[in-house]
């Protein structure tokens, strides 16, 4: 199933769960200060949640997504532009002052281009902020265990089995890349990310059981 068929199942999701404005936007802004006049490309930009937050601070939003309805929608925030990454080739090198990435990397198999790509576009002092499901969530085989007694416990999986996995998504089914904390936080490193903040967050659902795993959100920036 690719993200040109989840249209109407990611509009849902937003407009359904609030967990996106509840957690996963306040960690975006917890990471990162979009400043005023500064021109951003928002990766995976879907309809233009993230963009019209970017623009709302006064700054410039880009954004570039796999999927045509969702571009088009997004594209009132700032100029879209609608194709598969890593690739980033419609954009001159040092051209931009950051990028955003939310939701989105652990849908991309080759994450490592993604960063490469990523510093390539941005120039250098900028930066690049991203929340992401966390690596112990996304595991395969990892699932919440209710005991008789209601206490819920984590099964971490197979951690270190680094791959594809198909999640639901609605009626249909979503690839996910799982990979671990270490992949992530070194392959930024090598193109040339210095990582300046890391958080974590548990599931907002779960809060007598603040162990579980559910966010990551980090802001790297590039190095000259
Ligand atoms: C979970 S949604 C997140 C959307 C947005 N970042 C947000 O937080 O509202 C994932 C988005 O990534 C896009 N996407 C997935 N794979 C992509 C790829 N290879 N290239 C570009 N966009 C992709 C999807 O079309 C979708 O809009």
Redesign the pocket.
């Known amino acids: 199933m690719s ?1 040109s068929d ?1 249209t109407e199942w ?1 509009l849902e999701e ?1 407009a359904t769960d609030p967990a ?1 404005d509840r957690v ?1 936007t306040p960690m975006l802004l917890d990471v990162m200060s979009a400043k005023a006049g500064k021109t951003y490309l ?6 233009g ?2 963009m019209r937050m970017l623009a709302a601070a006064g700054a410039r939003p880009i954004g ?4 045509h309805e ?1 571009a088009r929608r997004a594209a009132s925030s700032g100029p879209i532009a609608e ?4 690739d980033l080739g419609f954009l001159r090198e040092n051209s931009l002052d950051g990028a955003v ?4 990397i652990e ?2 198999e080759d994450h490592g281009r993604l960063f490469a790509e990523a510093a390539r576009v941005v120039r250098s002092g900028g930066v690049l902020a991203l929340v992401m499901n966390h690596p112990h969530w996304t595991a395969p085989g990892s699932s919440p265990i209710s005991y008789p007694d209601d206490e819920l416990l984590w099964r971490p999986g197979s951690y270190f089995d680094r791959g594809a996995l198909l999640e639901r998504a609605g009626e249909q089914e979503i690839v996910f890349h799982h990979r671990t904390m270490g992949d992530i936080v070194e392959s930024a490193a090598v193109a040339g990310w210095s990582l300046e903040r890391l958080i974590e967050a548990p599931h907002h659902e779960w809060a007598d059981q603040a162990g579980i795993l559910r966010l990551l959100a980090c802001r790297w920036r590039l190095l000259p």
Do not use: A, F, Q, T
Request: aromatic share 10%; hydrophobic share 50%; glycine share 10%.
């Open positions: 993200w989840l990611w937003i996106y996963v928002d990766l995976g930009c879907g309809e949640r993230v570039v997504d796999v999927n969702l194709g598969s990454l890593p990435c939310v939701l989105v849908h991309i």
